[in-house]
């Protein structure tokens, strides 16, 4: 952290991302102010608090439920007040096209693969254009210097690369895509890739989690513009511009010393759990801790544990399983449809395997803090994380970052990018459900010097590439390329 600190002292660093880290509420008289539920927040805002700066964002918490005195640029995190975050508000139509029609209708189906049709509107296009455009003009007006570092966050700006390279050739644009890239005939449907691919190549270094979604980005590139491509370097020179491409894997901010000695005891968050759901102490439980979205294989664990259940009925009235689903583009139909299967599936298996006193499936639809989650993992046997395609998944290394009582086990996806840094975990395909299953009973039967050996060395993979590396080596790329092109200005 304090390399990163002292590295970026003098350059100014932008952020710009759709979810705003922070969203001020007004609640009766008082003004709360809250956390979203995301794994790009997670990641970025410590970075931020390290650099400083400026993140300019959606203002989410508009509309009726209006903000700190409308004001559209505040000083966070509060009380610290380490940063700036600057608010652009949206109207209804530019999110209803831009937020949940072209990025969460087309572009996060399409890239995600999850069997969901991705939709394109050509309403959607214009308004994801006009979005981007409106977030370039405001990148354009925080800029102090010709040369500012901007980091764009994620598949709601591909546009913004290009367009900002048009107003400020000598910034250094870094683009992180949070979700996966598919495969070029995937990515080929969409009537606009040709867009897309141009605005992303705007950007000085484009990173992405792994290695293979940076091999599916060139492959696409390779497949459908007029572009030299160096594999060797890993670039893309498109018109007058040359873009890296490099995988960074995303992490999360490890907890000091003073962090976890302020946390309540694995025990204490034990006997919490135990007696919210009134449990006995012994009782096995498993959890999952997600945005209520169909990518993250919800659907898949209930099955998993309603077969499990099936197959070994001795531990019926002995195990439980706890999902935290906090809402989530909760107007669209596909995940309203979504959201109703779960709720059907949960109340079926609980009809089936539950009793007086005793539920299989504790289904809690609503968002929890960063505290209660963390307590949570702590009081956990196992966590679950299932995506059927996920770009990296933070949830599994934030459960590892809590248990420093080296306990507890990790269920973990072969699609999700963690699963390439994260082996020791139990890695399933959470389209076999029988696969699953087995490793709910292998996790819940699991000795604890099995656990200590695996989970500890989780935690050391974990904490050494934290989210302060992911940013590091991508600021660390960034500083090379500013050095080169100040050295080529001077020649
Ligand atoms: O990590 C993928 C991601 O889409 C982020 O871009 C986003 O912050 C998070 O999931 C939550 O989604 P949303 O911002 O749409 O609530």
């Given amino acids: 952290r304090q390399l990163l600190h002292t590295r970026m002292r003098g350059d100014q660093v932008i952020v710009v991302s759709n979810r705003e880290p922070y969203i001020h ?12 539920a995301s794994g790009l927040v997670t990641a970025v805002e410590p970075v931020m608090r390290a650099c400083s700066g400026t993140w300019i964002a959606h203002g989410s918490g508009s509309g009726d439920k209006l903000v700190v005195d409308s004001r559209d640029r505040v000083r966070v995190p509060p009380g610290k007040e380490e940063y700036t975050l600057r608010r652009l508000w949206l109207t209804p139509e ?15 189906p399409l890239c995600h693969v999850a069997h969901v049709r991705p939709v394109f509107r050509e309403s959607d296009w214009e308004a994801y254009k006009h979005v981007n455009q409106r977030f370039a003009d405001a990148v354009v007006a925080e800029a102090r210097s010709e040369d500012p570092i901007v980091l764009v966050q994620d598949y709601h700006f591909a546009l913004l690369p290009a367009m900002i390279r048009k107003r400020l050739p000598r ?18 449907i969409c009537p606009w890739r040709r867009e897309i691919l141009q605005g992303m190549l705007g950007s000085t270094i484009l990173g992405f989690h792994t290695r293979y979604h940076c091999k599916n980005f060139l492959e696409t590139v390779d497949r459908y513009l007029e572009a030299r491509i160096e594999h060797e370097h890993s670039t893309i020179s498109f018109q007058q511009d040359t873009t890296l491409i490099e995988a960074y894997p995303i992490s999360i901010e490890w907890p000091t010393d003073t962090m976890v000695s302020r946390w309540p ?12 759901l009134d449990l006995p102490h012994d009782h096995k439980v498993a959890v999952g801790v997600d945005r209520f979205d169909y990518t993250k294989g ?14 070994y009925p001795e531990w019926i009235g002995r195990f439980s399983f706890v999902q935290v689903a906090a809402p989530s583009r909760s107007s669209l139909e596909e995940y309203k449809s979504f959201q109703d299967r779960i709720h059907r599936v949960t109340a079926r298996i609980n009809e089936r395997f539950g009793h007086a ?15 209660a989650v963390n307590e949570l993992y702590r009081a956990a046997d196992v966590c679950l994380v299932t995506s059927l395609h996920d770009g990296m998944n933070l949830v599994c290394k934030e459960f590892v970052a809590a248990r420093d009582d080296e306990q507890g086990v990790l269920i973990l996806s072969r699609f999700a990018g963690a699963a390439r840094e994260m082996p020791e975990a139990l890695i399933v395909n959470p389209y076999h459900v029988e696969e699953l299953a087995d490793a ?12 200590r050996e695996r989970m500890a060395s989780l935690r050391m993979t974990v904490r050494e590439f934290n989210v302060y590396r992911w940013a590091g080596r991508m600021l660390a790329d ?8 100040r050295i080529e200005a001077r020649v």
């Fill in 25 to 36: 509420e007004k609640e009766g008289e008082h003004v709360v102010v809250k956390r979203p």
């Fill in 171 to 188: 910034a250094t644009i870094l683009t992180f895509w949070h979700i996966p890239w598919p495969n070029p005939e995937s990515f080929g």
């Fill in 440 to 451: 709910l009973l292998r996790s819940i039967t699991m000795p604890p010097a099995e656990q």
């Fill in 357 to 371: 006193g005793y539920a299989p499936v504790h289904l809690l639809a609503q968002h929890f803090g960063h505290e």
């Fill in 94 to 108: 530019e999110e209803q096209g831009y937020y949940y029609g072209f990025a969460n209708e087309g572009l996060w």
């Fill in 298 to 311: 919800i659907l898949e664990r209930l099955h998993a544990v309603e077969r499990m259940l099936e197959k």
């Fill in 265 to 276: 005891s694995v025990s204490a968050c034990r006997a919490k759990l135990m007696e919210r």
């Fill in 478 to 485: 960034a500083g090379r390329t500013r050095l080169r092109e």
